[in-house]
């Protein structure tokens, strides 16, 4: 009967541990996108990539752009290849007869006609004639050669069946950055600009438009980017880390940009003067290099997500390039309105 | 006669002995302290992270310090950065004789800055602007291309301190750099046919490449360039290697051949290298170079 009992708890166990490892893995394979386990707690590969979209995005864009040249190589060599065969020749063979013997050099007239459309080559000097020469004689057999292959490609049927990857939403990190609009509101700008520049201060009066054009529906937020060695930028940069600090970072930041970028070293100072921030309070945060370390902050996760210069507007996480034009950026915004997409979560 | 004929070829076989061992026995290496580069706005890294010369991310000269550390920049780890951790810091200097735009008839000047820096080390990384030019007409001859090389290799052989190392590398494939900014358009990042549009102006220094009025033929023609001016490039080194025993002379052509990816291509002008471009340009150039042991 003991025995009869141990057996049973043993099965009884057995198929606990079976289900329990089965139900697991059946849950794992039902959420194919988790990543790693910590913890028993699963990490999913959505979380992870949405940090690295953008790095992954050109990775994926690397590999299939290397995926399609290849393919076209091996394509060219194969159309080549069978229909040297079929005519019991070989490549280079066939070649020859192709490409080589039905290729006519260039001669006099269609150097004068060359000549006639680029002026500034007709030279009397013999060697700027001959290398024309050399490059038209070149080019017919390239071309040649190129127009054979196409023609068999005509022929073929030839599809390439991947697909580009597609352009992702990026993470864009705005947690205890400056805003401005609704807190709830269903789209989210990410404006990495810099307060001395012109441009970024051209972009800051498209945004106002937009937020007049959708009241409420836009949250606004600021975070620094600026050029290499831009001591001025940099200055801007640590007196608005500490006028956010002071809680009167907006009035900075409506000030510096209705200079539209036209300001000297010495007067950034006089102008936190205006909004009476803190200089002492500036001064002791500058020291311990406070805002120096925010700023590296936000120019680090700028490079990371593919800002390379001021200023660049992320809309819910698609990236949008400095010199827009007003329409597209309204375009994408409503858009996303349409999508009734969330604000990115911080 | 018997004992002739033998002691004949004896007497031959270390001839040719003694005359093949003269030929190899070279002035021993110096330590390459003083490194001297010569070249173009590769070698400038222009627009390899942020717009115009990033010198800190120069394949070849390149650095990492306050500034480079505050922005996150890429640690490119140059030559100069390699020599300093497998040479030692102390007496280095590294200088760029490079410019942006320069071509081959300008690199005998260069080498004039490299021997008066008394260069241990002179890197020779140039002809991109020679196949990159306006016009097709104005791609040099092999004739023409090789005699402005000679004029440099020349001046190096005769003025460099005994023991010095030249390094030339050839030319970047640049049919593969026009194939991955195609890419970037296709991926949105930039639209890099605004940017090469201005070939059409003369502004941009690539219009055999990058016109977008070149046919697929024209590019081709400029990338037979290329190969035929990586030949006279090997060909020259290899004739001074031997016949100068007084310098050490190396050639690497696994730039060319190198399959480069989008992200080695700057951005900013869908042209030049980035600085990750910068990064693996040192790294393949280092390990088929002439100090390629060292792997500090």
Same mark, same amino acid.
């Given at each position: 009967?003991?025995?009869?009992?141990?057996?049973?708890?043993?099965?009884?166990?057995?198929?606990?541990?079976?289900?329990?490892? %089965?139900?697991?893995?059946?849950?794992?394979?039902?959420?194919? *996108?988790?990543?790693?386990?910590?913890?028993?707690?699963?990490?999913?590969?959505?979380?992870?990539?949405?940090?690295?979209?953008?790095?992954?995005?050109?990775?994926?864009?690397?590999?299939?752009?290397?995926?399609?040249?290849?393919?076209?190589?091996?394509?060219?060599?194969?159309?080549?290849?069978?229909?040297?065969?079929?005519?019991?020749?070989?490549?280079?063979?066939?070649?020859?007869?192709?490409?080589?013997?039905?290729?006519?050099?260039?001669?006099?007239?269609?150097?004068?006609?060359?000549?006639?459309?680029?002026?500034?080559?007709?030279?009397? *000097?013999?060697?700027?004639?001959?290398?024309?020469?050399?490059?038209?004689?070149?080019?017919?057999?390239?071309?040649?050669?190129?127009?054979?292959?196409?023609?068999?490609?005509?022929?073929?049927?030839?599809?390439?069946?991947?697909?580009?990857?597609?352009?992702?939403?990026?993470?864009?990190?705005?947690?205890?950055?400056?805003?401005?609009?609704?807190?709830?509101?269903?789209?989210?700008?990410?404006?990495?600009?810099?307060?001395?520049?012109?441009?970024?201060?051209?972009?800051?009066?498209?945004?106002?438009?937009?937020?007049?054009?959708?009241?409420?529906?836009?949250?606004?937020?600021?975070?620094?980017?600026?050029?290499?060695?831009?001591?001025?930028?940099?200055?801007?940069?640590?007196?608005?880390?500490?006028?956010?600090?002071?809680?009167?970072?907006?009035?900075?930041?409506?000030?510096?940009?209705?200079?539209?970028? *036209?300001?000297?070293?010495?007067?950034?100072?006089?102008?936190?003067?205006?909004?009476?921030?803190?200089?002492?309070?500036? *001064?002791?945060?500058?020291?311990? %290099?406070?805002?120096?370390?925010?700023?590296?902050?936000?120019?680090?996760?700028?490079?990371?997500?593919?800002?390379?210069?001021?200023?660049?507007?992320?809309?819910?996480?698609?990236?949008?390039? %400095?010199?827009?034009?007003?329409?597209?950026?309204?375009?994408?915004?409503?858009?996303?309105?349409?999508?009734?997409?969330?604000?990115?979560?911080? | 006669?018997?004992?002739?004929?033998?002691?004949?070829?004896?007497?031959?076989?270390?001839?040719?002995?003694?005359?093949?061992?003269?030929?190899?026995?070279?002035?021993?290496?110096?330590?390459?302290?003083?490194?001297?580069?010569?070249?173009?706005?590769?070698?400038?890294?222009?627009?390899?992270?942020?717009?115009?010369?990033?010198?800190?991310?120069?394949?070849?000269?390149?650095?990492?310090?306050?500034?480079?550390?505050?922005?996150?920049?890429?640690?490119?780890?140059?030559?100069?950065?390699?020599?300093?951790?497998?040479?030692?810091?102390?007496?280095? =200097?590294?200088?760029?004789?490079?410019?942006?735009?320069?071509?081959?008839?300008?690199?005998?000047?260069?080498?004039?800055?490299?021997?008066?820096?008394?260069?241990?080390?002179?890197?020779?990384?140039?002809?991109? !602007?020679?196949?990159?030019? !306006?016009?097709?007409?104005?791609?040099?001859?092999?004739?023409?291309?090789?005699?402005?090389?000679?004029?440099?290799?020349?001046?190096?052989?005769?003025?460099?301190?005994?023991?010095?190392?030249?390094?030339?590398?050839?030319?970047?494939?640049?049919?593969?750099?026009?194939?991955?900014?195609?890419?970037? =358009?296709?991926?949105?990042?930039? +639209?890099?046919?605004?940017?090469?549009?201005?070939?059409?102006?003369?502004?941009?220094?690539?219009?055999?490449?990058?016109?977008?009025?070149?046919?697929?033929? +024209?590019?081709?023609?400029?990338?037979?360039?290329?190969?035929?001016?990586? =030949?006279?490039?090997?060909?020259?080194?290899?004739?001074? !290697?031997?016949?100068?025993?007084?310098?050490?002379?190396?050639?690497?052509?696994?730039?060319?051949?190198?399959?480069?990816?989008?992200?080695?291509?700057?951005?900013?002008?869908?042209?030049?290298?980035?600085?990750?471009?910068?990064?693996?340009?040192?790294?393949?150039?280092?390990?088929?170079?002439?100090?390629?042991?060292?792997?500090?």
């Amino acid at each position: 009967m003991t025995k009869r009992l141990l057996k049973s708890t043993l099965v009884i166990l057995s198929l606990s541990l079976v289900l329990s490892y %089965g139900s697991k893995a059946l849950a794992q394979s039902l959420q194919p *996108d988790i990543i790693a386990m910590l913890n028993g707690e699963p990490i999913f590969l959505s979380e992870i990539e949405q940090n690295v979209a953008f790095q992954v995005y050109r990775l994926q864009g690397n590999i299939y752009a290397l995926l399609q040249r290849e393919t076209e190589e091996i394509v060219n060599q194969k159309l080549l290849a069978t229909e040297a065969s079929r005519r019991s020749l070989s490549v280079s063979e066939l070649l020859k007869k192709e490409v080589d013997e039905k290729a006519k050099p260039p001669d006099e007239k269609e150097m004068d006609e060359y000549l006639a459309i680029h002026p500034e080559d007709a030279s009397k *000097d013999p060697q700027k004639r001959n290398k024309i020469k050399t490059y038209l004689s070149q080019k017919v057999l390239i071309q040649r050669k190129l127009d054979y292959i196409a023609s068999l490609r005509e022929k073929a049927d030839y599809k390439f069946l991947l697909k580009p990857p597609e352009r992702p939403r990026i993470k864009v990190m705005i947690n205890g950055e400056p805003w401005r609009g609704n807190a709830d509101a269903p789209v989210t700008l990410v404006h990495f600009a810099d307060f001395t520049s012109k441009l970024s201060a051209e972009s800051v009066e498209k945004i106002r438009k937009l937020l007049s054009e959708f009241p409420d529906k836009i949250k606004w937020v600021h975070r620094n980017y600026f050029r290499i060695h831009d001591e001025k930028a940099l200055l801007a940069a640590e007196l608005g880390e500490s006028a956010f600090e002071q809680g009167i970072f907006w009035n900075f930041y409506d000030l510096m940009f209705s200079r539209k970028g *036209d300001m000297k070293m010495e007067n950034i100072g006089k102008m936190a003067d205006e909004i009476a921030l803190n200089k002492k309070r500036f *001064d002791d945060g500058q020291k311990e %290099g406070r805002y120096l370390i925010k700023v590296k902050e936000d120019l680090g996760h700028a490079a990371r997500i593919g800002v390379e210069n001021p200023a660049v507007i992320f809309v819910n996480g698609f990236y949008f390039s %400095g010199t827009f034009p007003y329409e597209d950026l309204k375009k994408l915004v409503q858009q996303e309105l349409e999508l009734k997409t969330k604000p990115i979560k911080e | 006669m018997t004992i002739l004929v033998p002691a004949f070829v004896i007497l031959c076989m270390l001839f040719v002995a003694a005359f093949a061992t003269a030929q190899t026995i070279k002035t021993p290496q110096l330590v390459p302290k003083r490194l001297s580069s010569t070249g173009d706005s590769i070698t400038e890294a222009i627009d390899a992270e942020l717009p115009l010369a990033n010198h800190w991310a120069s394949w070849v000269n390149g650095y990492h310090g306050f500034w480079e550390w505050l922005f996150g920049l890429t640690d490119v780890n140059s030559h100069n950065q390699r020599i300093s951790r497998n040479f030692g810091a102390w007496g280095r =200097k590294n200088y760029m004789e490079a410019k942006s735009g320069a071509d081959m008839p300008d690199f005998y000047e260069q080498t004039l800055g490299s021997v008066n820096h008394q260069a241990q080390y002179v890197t020779v990384f140039m002809g991109h !602007n020679d196949v990159c030019g !306006n016009d097709f007409a104005d791609i040099p001859t092999d004739a023409e291309f090789e005699a402005n090389f000679r004029a440099g290799m020349e001046n190096l052989s005769k003025w460099l301190p005994a023991g010095a190392t030249i390094y030339v590398i050839g030319i970047v494939d640049i049919y593969q750099l026009w194939e991955i900014a195609r890419d970037k =358009k296709a991926l949105g990042i930039v +639209d890099c046919e605004v940017l090469w549009a201005t070939t059409l102006l003369d502004l941009f220094p690539c219009g055999t490449m990058l016109n977008p009025l070149n046919s697929e033929s +024209d590019r081709l023609y400029t990338q037979s360039r290329n190969i035929t001016f990586n =030949k006279i490039l090997s060909e020259v080194t290899e004739e001074y !290697n031997l016949s100068d025993s007084n310098h050490h002379y190396f050639y690497t052509d696994a730039v060319f051949y190198s399959v480069l990816s989008e992200s080695q291509v700057s951005d900013i002008d869908c042209f030049h290298p980035s600085a990750i471009g910068q990064r693996d340009l040192s790294r393949i150039t280092w390990d088929a170079g002439p100090f390629n042991d060292r792997q500090k």
